[in-house]
T-cell receptor, first 113, second 114 residues
Framework: EDQVTQSPEALRLQEGESSSLNCSYT??????LFWYRQDPGKGPEFLFT???AGEEKEKERLKATLTKKESFLHITAPKPEDSATYLC??????????????FGAGTRLAVHP | GAVVSQHPSRVICKSGTSVKIECRSL??????MFWYRQFPKKSLMLMAT?????????EQGVEKDKFLINHASLTLSTLTVTSAHPEDSSFYIC??????????FGPGTRLTVL
């Protein structure tokens, strides 16, 4: 069964304190791994898609990496505005076309001044 | 990034009534859209895949007669919650993939059934 596990469940950081969020996955065949940011009461905001082990992508203070079993979202020198829930999702290979995403439970990040 | 809208953003209805939620891709065409449900402080649960020109595909445990999906055009999918009950109260979110397989989400619809 395809499964996504995110850790930690919640993380509290001081402003400027870098850290990493983990996303472990088991999937029969990985088409892509997605990272999203979600603010309370809003829809998820797309951050990155990673497709192959060794791939890395960066956006401002965020960098996502991918291995065959897990992905990390590194946050460098976070600011209070980075506080949000970060969601990881895998997209399994299921034939052609656009395939569904399977989400992890998310990591709730709080960055304090 | 691409823009996906939802309407309404918030709806309150009485038990037994039906509620329609619209999902639109504003600047791209989407032959497929996805409908999710999210409980407080929980992750997204896929309900169904909406396919333009054909029937929706429902996930296991989701009642297709309860949650009617119609993909009317390449930019519009609707989710109708029929005979709503308090347990249907939730945050409903749609998503649409672009041609480059990036999936963008709408802002969500908060449904409260009294």
């Amino acid at each position: 069964e395809d499964q996504v596990t995110q850790s930690p469940e919640a993380l509290r950081l001081q402003e400027g304190e870098s850290s990493s969020l983990n996303c472990s996955y088991t999937v029969s065949g990985l088409r892509g791994l997605f990272w999203y940011r979600q603010d309370p009461g809003k829809g998820p905001e797309f951050l990155f898609t990673l497709y192959s082990a060794g791939e890395e992508k960066e956006k401002e203070r965020l960098k996502a990496t991918l291995t065959k079993k897990e992905s990390f979202l590194h946050i460098t020198a976070p600011k209070p505005e980075d506080s949000a829930t970060y969601l990881c999702a895998v997209q399994p290979h299921e034939g052609g076309g656009y395939n569904k995403l399977i989400f992890g439970a998310g990591t709730r990040l709080a960055v304090h001044p | 990034g691409a823009v996906v809208s939802q309407h309404p953003s918030r709806v309150i209805c009485k038990s037994g009534t039906s509620v329609k939620i619209e999902c639109r891709s504003l600047d791209f065409q989407a032959t497929t859209m996805f409908w999710y449900r999210q409980f407080p402080k929980k992750s997204l649960m896929l309900m169904a895949t909406s396919n333009e020109g054909s029937k929706a595909t429902y996930e296991q445990g989701v009642e297709k007669d309860k949650f009617l999906i119609n993909h009317a055009s390449l930019t519009l999918s609707t989710l109708t919650v029929t005979s709503a009950h308090p347990e249907d109260s939730s945050f409903y979110i749609c998503s649409a993939p672009t041609g480059s397989n990036e999936q963008f989400f709408g802002p969500g619809t908060r449904l409260t059934v009294l």
